[in-house]
């Protein structure tokens, strides 16, 4: 069965310090990729998607992930965080011609000053 | 804009009651979504709809209804049979046609059971 586990429920970094939000997934056939971002209260904001090609994407708040098809995995990084950047953060994973995604549990990323 | 909207952003209701959730979406898609959101536990789906007048049970189905009258609609009814109702509800939609099928999400409803 499909499954999408976020390794670490909550981190906490320093500002301007790097971070990686860890993200692994299981599934038999191919899969669609996405990392989602919550603030406080909030929907959820589409940050990058791997669909294919070039394992490594770019997305929006100088956020990127790197797919890791023999690992399984879909790391999210950057490598200065901001304040703002204080969220809840979800992976998810959608197999090809399905219409569910399967989600994560969540990584709650805190930022220090 | 285009969006979608979620209505009240926040809702009491007493035991034993049953409540309706909006969802209005002008984006023009096809899919519309339910999802309850419970601290620790991620997002988990309640009952999706891939087309007008039709829709199908999701992982935690049991205690809640919808109906899809409109493209643009999608109501989720928290019945007296849902144990546990208080959550965080989010609606979303996404084309179907699409194959990468991305979700678009409200901005959700914090149903609190007094």
């Known amino acids: 069965a499909q499954s999408v586990t976020q390794l670490d429920s909550q981190v906490p970094v320093f500002e301007e310090a790097p971070v990686e939000l860890r993200c692994n997934y299981s599934s038999s056939v191919s899969v669609y990729l996405f990392w989602y971002v919550q603030y406080p209260n909030q929907g959820l904001q589409l940050l990058l998607k791997?669909?294919?090609?070039?394992?490594l994407v770019k997305g929006i708040n100088g956020f990127e992930a790197e797919f890791n098809k023999s690992q399984t995995s879909f790391h999210l990084r950057k490598p200065s965080v901001h304040i703002s950047d204080t969220a809840e953060y979800f992976c998810a994973a959608k197999v090809q011609g399905a219409q569910k995604l399967v989600f994560g549990q969540g990584t709650r990323l805190t930022i220090n000053p | 804009d285009g969006g979608i909207t979620q209505s009240p952003k926040y809702l009491f209701r007493k035991e034993g009651q049953n409540v309706t959730l909006s969802c209005e979406q002008n984006?023009?898609?096809?899919?519309m979504y339910w999802y309850r959101q419970d601290p620790g536990q991620g997002l988990r789906l309640i009952y999706y709809s891939q087309i007008v007048n039709d829709f199908q049970k999701g992982d935690i189905a049991e205690g809640y209804s919808v109906s899809r009258e409109k493209k643009e609609s999608f109501p989720l009814t928290v019945t007296s049979a849902q144990k546990n109702p208080t959550a965080f509800y989010l609606c979303a939609s996404s084309i179907v046609a699409e194959s990468y099928n991305e979700q678009f999400f409200g901005p959700g409803t914090r149903l609190t059971v007094l």
């Open positions: 791997y669909l294919s090609g070039s394992t």
């Open positions: 984006l023009n898609h096809d899919a």
